[in-house]
């Protein structure tokens, strides 16, 4: 007996295998369309399983079909969702909107400054939005792709202030947070990839952040300057953007999960 789902992000490609023997146990849908492409409900499944490990979706498929063995019936698809939700209560209707919200300015800033392709955007998993963005391994590594990737990353918090007037906790307090994630690029900028406003030919090692940007009030300021403009910079393209923003933010309202294809609907059809 063995029971797995694969997620393969670079093709949206999810498969589900439930086997007792011979026999599936699996509720059977018409999981592809006439063109060959992934089909609604599965592409649905992988949006939402995005930040899951292998092991959670193992764990998450097993409880899935020992509920459904209990209750005597095939597995289906829905019980699957809900095991990737892991029986949460719905997010609160001012938060759900703030992620929306936060999330799609990720996503118009990326794509409007060329980064790299999306694979999609959730506003429910256990820790809050996710997005999954890729970034073009052919491009030039220079000081502007790094002031653009500055740029998406602050997109979040830019799109907050554009919308609601203030902002959330969620840009920060964690090591992989926008801002840390900002921060530490800025600091690279003038410490160490040739681009500072100071001895730019320097390459100047450091192991940690908070540490070097406490004791060094100049760089301090420096970085910070690095981020309002990426801030700013946001704020211009969210808002040349505007109509694509705003359907985007309501299609993932609405949906809670959009996949990279559905996201890049929205996003061309306003270019």
């Given at each position: 007996?063995?029971?797995?789902?694969?997620?393969?992000?670079?093709?949206?490609?999810?498969?589900?295998?439930?086997?007792?023997?011979?026999?599936?146990?699996?509720?059977?849908?018409?999981?592809?369309?006439?063109?060959?492409?992934?089909?609604?409900?599965?592409?649905?499944?992988?949006?939402?399983?995005?930040?899951?490990?292998?092991?959670?979706?193992?764990?998450?498929?097993?409880?899935?079909?020992?509920?459904?063995?209990?209750?005597?019936r095939r597995l289906s698809?829905?019980?699957?969702?809900?095991?990737?939700?892991?029986?949460?209560?719905?997010?609160?209707?001012?938060?759900?909107?703030?992620?929306?919200?936060?999330?799609?300015?990720?996503?118009?800033?990326?794509?409007?400054?060329?980064?790299?392709?999306?694979?999609?955007?959730?506003?429910?998993?256990?820790?809050?939005?996710?997005?999954?963005?890729?970034?073009?391994?052919?491009?030039?590594?220079?000081?502007?792709?790094?002031?653009?990737?500055?740029?998406?990353?602050?997109?979040?918090?830019?799109?907050?202030?554009?919308?609601?007037?203030?902002?959330?906790?969620?840009?920060?307090?964690?090591?992989?947070?926008?801002?840390?994630?900002?921060?530490?690029?800025?600091?690279?900028?003038?410490?160490?990839?040739?681009?500072?406003?100071?001895?730019?030919?320097?390459?100047?090692?450091?192991?940690?952040?908070?540490?070097?940007?406490?004791?060094?009030?100049?760089?301090?300021?420096r970085v910070h300057r690095?981020?309002?403009?990426?801030?700013?910079?946001?704020?211009?393209?969210?808002?040349?953007?505007?109509?694509?923003?705003?359907?985007?933010?309501?299609?993932?309202?609405?949906?809670?999960?959009?996949?990279?294809?559905?996201?890049?609907?929205?996003l061309d059809a306003a270019?």
């Open positions: 007996m063995n029971g797995n789902m694969k997620i393969n992000s670079s093709s949206d490609e999810i498969e589900i295998i439930l086997d007792d023997g011979d026999k599936h146990e699996i509720e059977r849908l018409d999981v592809t369309k006439q063109d060959g492409s992934v089909s609604e409900p599965l592409r649905r499944l992988a949006t939402r399983a995005m930040g899951l490990t292998g092991a959670d979706i193992e764990r998450i498929v097993r409880e899935a079909r020992l509920k459904a063995r209990r209750e005597k698809y829905a019980d699957i969702e809900a095991g990737i939700r892991g029986h949460r209560p719905p997010v609160p209707y001012d938060v759900r909107w703030r992620f929306a919200i936060h999330e799609s300015g990720h996503a118009v800033v990326h794509h409007a400054l060329r980064l790299g392709s999306i694979k999609g955007l959730t506003i429910d998993t256990k820790d809050g939005a996710h997005n999954a963005l890729t970034f073009a391994t052919n491009a030039p590594d220079t000081e502007d792709w790094y002031a653009r990737l500055l740029a998406m990353l602050m997109a979040g918090r830019a799109a907050e202030l554009i919308v609601l007037k203030t902002v959330s906790a969620g840009s920060g307090g964690a090591d992989q947070s926008d801002l840390a994630r900002a921060t530490r690029i800025g600091l690279d900028m003038e410490q160490a990839l040739g681009f500072g406003g100071r001895h730019p030919l320097l390459y100047l090692e450091y192991k940690d952040p908070t540490a070097i940007l406490s004791r060094d009030a100049g760089l301090a300021e690095r981020l309002e403009f990426a801030q700013a910079r946001a704020t211009d393209v969210i808002l040349e953007n505007r109509q694509a923003f705003e359907r985007l933010v309501r299609e993932l309202f609405d949906a809670q999960a959009l996949d990279g294809a559905a996201v890049m609907d929205i270019s």
